[in-house]
């Protein structure tokens, strides 16, 4: 078996949560863990945020008109303004000519009064790009104990029952408590 796979929860609290104390089911309860925790992160996943720190890159056409580029994600710990000039270099955008700021579980980026917008390339659809770092952070436990046990909570779910579950009529894509514990983490976009 390889490395296990960089994830918020790990293969000891996974068998622990499952009271398995053996070792060979191991690789299949990893797959569990990585399906859990796509379910939950990233552009896809049900939170619409990142988990652990993940680095992430946008582009755009041209400077804002209002001064603003919402990111993505939040939960930005790091971020890096780069252009293309009017004659196809690469610059990074000085640090001091804009402010990173958080709100309702967005990151934006806002040029300050003294930034003036250098040309930009015409040879490019997208000569501005934002690469940033967003997440809870590096380790694990930086991920709340709600994620993470909700997480865990798929992974229960799916080692116990192999197929779909049905809740009535329709089949549950997360089990119930999980949705409770994400409840106040999930993003909503717009």
Known sequence: MGAAPRLPITLEEAKAH?????????????????????????????????????????????????????????????????????????HSLDAASYELLEGFGRSFIRFLPAF?????????????RVEYVSGFGDLPENVPAAIRYGALMIVGSYYANREDVLVGSQASTLPRSTELMIKRYRRFVV
């Open 18 to 90: 499952l009271v398995v104390d053996f070792n060979d089911d191991d690789g299949l309860i990893l797959a569990y863990m990585q399906a859990a925790v796509d379910q939950l992160d990233g552009y896809e996943g049900a939170l619409n945020r990142c988990l652990l720190n993940q680095t992430w890159r946008e582009v755009y056409r041209d400077w804002p008109v209002d001064r603003e580029l919402e990111l993505w994600f939040g939960d930005v710990s790091a971020v890096t303004v780069t252009f293309l000039d009017k004659s196809g270099v690469e």
């Open 116 to 128: 003036t917008a250098p040309l930009l390339s015409k040879d490019t659809t997208t000569p501005v």
